[in-house]
């Protein structure tokens, strides 16, 4: 094992044993990066000097004693999380001279613990994709198979794991977009329940939907990770005020009498058959371990892509507004005039993705559209809601795929948004109901490639299904499993 490949508790034993260093595992992850980033694509920007001062400082605190579990931990944030004095960009040209002057809250809550910055990773541009293709950027490369997206948007957040360029990442969910590249790179990626992480400083596409959490190597990486970024910000006034709880004491390894939901409306004629039986296995692997399974059903699950696509586009629309060539980033250099300014300014700056939500978004919420769409959409969101506060009635947690199909090629739906919108449908649901979920890796398709399975918890429910995923991944070898790169 090279120290690019440890997890953060097993880096963590080594750095206060004073076996390694902070300054030692940085630059083995530096020299990882430089290696395989040409061949990946995981980041936007590298920090090699801010690492290393950071390094040297938790080997000073380290030295003094004063370690916490993420001291000396080289880390790397998805590139719409802001860093003070850091370029980020969104993955979009009309950030791409963008400074911070202040820092989002999860990240200055990582930094006080004395984690490293490694650098900015690769997205989706402002976080509106499932395949990390629309970057400004250039795109980023699933380890597992370098010809496959790593899924989206938190992309780069999930291949930078995979191909081990940083021990953990933190990305953004707003409808699928940590879990579903975990799954398909193979890693463990959380979405917590709304309200449970600060998203202040964090770029906001849909501000009712956005979340902010972890990707990781396993379990326990995950559950440290999450306690450490969890909690009330008061800049943040969607975050609540509830007690963290320890989430690591949470993995007791036994889900005994644990009674998992699994809806009929996921389980679908036209799941891939790889899914399929990845899913199959766990649900086998669950009773051997003396869980217990019911049927469920989530009625509105048919409704939630389009309920999404009208919340989710009205609300980029609205947060959008603000890149306008004045106050952020980019400014046209042709225009004459201050609309002609603006709209060149948006027009330069944004991609086509982000075009085509800007208009779906604003026309849903126009005076005429506004009740037929908009409404309808809310009121559609709370039926959505109900199905699972009613599901979660007789059942600790839901199990489903978290994809439909393993990770797909570069280019093969560049050209049709509507299936890829289609491929969220089974982590959507969660974002609109505000509950958890994470991905854990379950297996892997006939050619290689990582599939997750989602665990689905109540709302502050993360301790059971970080609990169920544990046992999961103690009695299986998935995790384990390296990418060729
Ligand atoms: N793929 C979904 C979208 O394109 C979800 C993105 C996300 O969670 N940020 O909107």
């Known amino acids: 094992m090279e120290l690019f ?20 595992a940085t630059r083995s992850i530096l020299a990882r990066i430089e290696a395989v980033e040409p061949r990946v694509g995981s980041f936007i920007t590298i920090t090699p000097e801010q690492a290393l001062a950071d390094a040297e400082a938790a080997d000073r605190r380290i030295a003094a004693g004063e370690a916490d579990c993420l ?15 850091i370029r980020t960009t969104c993955a979009s040209r009309i950030l791409h001279n963008f400074i911070p002057p202040y820092s989002a809250t999860s990240w200055e809550k990582l930094r006080e613990r004395g984690a490293v910055l490694l650098g900015k990773l690769n997205q989706d541009e402002f976080a509106m994709g499932s395949s990390s293709e629309s970057s400004a950027f250039g795109i980023t490369r699933n380890p597992w198979d370098t010809t496959r997206i790593p899924g989206g948007s ?26 579903q590249p975990s799954s398909h790179c193979g890693c463990v990626g959380l979405k917590p329940t709304y309200g449970r992480v600060s998203r202040y400083g964090v770029i906001a596409f849909a501000s009712s939907l956005d979340q902010v959490g972890p990707l990781t190597r396993d379990v326990t990486d995950c559950a440290v990770m999450l306690g450490a970024v969890a909690g009330y910000d008061p800049k943040d006034s969607t975050s609540i005020n509830a007690p963290v709880p320890d989430y690591r004491a949470a993995l007791t390894g036994d889900v005994r009498g644990l009674t998992i939901g699994l ?56 947060n959008l507004a603000r ?47 506004y009740d037929a769409y908009y409404v309808k959409a809310q009121k559609v969101r709370t039926l959505i809601m109900r199905d699972f506060i009613q599901a979660f009635e007789g059942v600790d947690a839901i199990l489903t795929p978290v994809a439909p199909t393993p990770a797909f090629k570069i280019g093969e739906m560049v050209n049709d948004p509507l299936q890829m919108y289609l ?42 299904i970080l609990r169920a995923a544990h046992a999961f991944e103690r009695a299986t070898v998935w995790h384990t499993k390296k990418a060729p790169l």
Do not use: W
């Open 71 to 85: 001291t000396g931990i080289p880390l790397a944030l998805k590139d719409i999380f802001l860093t003070e004095g």
């Open 423 to 464: 491929s969220d449908i089974f982590t959507i649901p969660v974002n609109l109901a505000g509950t958890c979920a994470l991905s854990v890796p379950a297996g892997f398709s006939a050619d290689g490639l990582p599939i997750g399975l989602q665990l689905i918890g109540k709302p502050f429910g993360e301790e059971t």
């Open 154 to 179: 938190s992309g780069g957040s999930a291949a930078a794991i995979a191909a081990r360029q940083a021990t953990a990442t933190l990305g953004t969910d707003t409808g699928g977009s940590i879990r």
């Open 263 to 318: 809806p009929s409306e996921y389980f679908i004629a036209g799941l891939d058959p790889d899914v399929q039986k990845v899913m199959d296995e766990a649900i086998a692997t669950y009773r051997g371990l003396g869980a217990e399974f019911v049927e469920i059903s989530l009625p509105h699950t048919d409704y939630a892509v389009a309920t999404y696509y009208l919340i989710a586009t009205a609300e980029a629309s609205s």
């Open 323 to 369: 890149y306008d060539g004045v106050r952020f980033g980019h400014r046209s250099e042709q225009a004459e005039g201050l609309i002609d300014m603006m709209t060149k300014s948006r027009s330069e700056g944004f991609g086509m993705e982000v075009k085509r939500r800007i208009m779906l978004g604003t026309y849903a919420l126009s005076s005429g559209y």
């Open 5 to 24: 490949d440890f997890t953060i508790h097993e880096l963590h034993e080594k750095l206060i044993t004073k076996e390694v260093s902070s300054v030692e």
